[in-house]
């Protein structure tokens, strides 16, 4: 499975900005996805999960109210919608996804070490 995000860009504070993450060379329609950003000189940290069918969400304290994660299976596609963006926000956003087969339950990844596929990244920056 091969993931590309995309949407990432310049936008200043208080803006909005929708990531797509593409997943390819297989479905990911049963797997739990999630979000995840690296800031520079911090660690990767956990943003948005979504479980396979896009009942179940969670979010890390910090973005709750202001992101929005979503899945359109039919497309093989997760989003991060991102408003009221802060320059805190600024990092490299990264698409994952559970290689587990979840469906069913509805389960959310949450630990990086859990998510088995992952995309390249695209860089977010805040500023004004």
């Known amino acids: 499975v091969q993931l590309v995000e995309s949407g990432g860009g310049l936008v200043q504070p208080g803006g909005s900005l929708r990531l797509s993450c593409v997943a390819s060379?297989?479905?990911?329609?049963?797997?739990?996805m999630g979000w995840f950003r690296q800031a520079p000189g911090k660690e990767r940290e956990f943003v948005a999960g979504?479980?396979?069918?896009?009942?179940?969400?969670v979010y890390r304290d910090s973005v709750k109210g202001r992101f929005t994660i979503s899945r359109d299976n039919a497309k093989n596609t997760v989003y991060l919608q991102m408003n009221s963006l802060r320059p805190e926000d600024t990092a490299v956003y990264y698409c994952?996804?559970?290689?587990?087969?979840?469906?069913?339950?509805?389960?959310?990844?949450?630990?990086?070490?859990?998510?088995?596929?992952w995309g390249q990244g695209t860089q977010v920056t805040v500023s004004s």
């Open positions: 994952a996804a559970d290689g587990a087969d979840y469906s069913g339950s509805a389960a959310v990844t949450v630990l990086e070490y859990e998510y088995d596929f």
């Open positions: 060379g297989g479905t990911v329609n049963n797997y739990p």
């Open positions: 979504i479980s396979w069918s896009g009942g179940s969400t």
